[in-house]
């Protein structure tokens, strides 16, 4: 576990995570996935939680919106 993280951050990271594996059927798919491969509880929420984290600084960087839609148009464009 990282040391030099704010501990409010990580606990915010950690319940956005722990919400989207309910809500979201990509991260909850994700999570399944990871927790029928023998991984823990907390190792498939954390990759969960690097994926939230990755759409977030693209959405920044390219300063859109979420489309929940757009990682299935773009698998779709490129098969």
Avoid: I
């Amino acid at each position: 576990m990282r040391q030099a993280c704010a501990t409010r951050l990580r606990t915010a990271v950690d319940h956005w995570a722990r919400v989207a594996t309910q809500h979201d059927a990509r991260s909850k798919g994700r999570y399944c996935a990871l927790r029928a491969r023998g991984h823990s509880h907390g190792r498939a929420l954390r990759t969960v939680a690097d994926r939230l984290l990755g759409v977030a600084c693209v959405m920044l960087a390219n300063r859109t919106t979420y489309d929940p839609k757009h990682e299935a148009t773009r698998a779709a464009k490129a098969a």
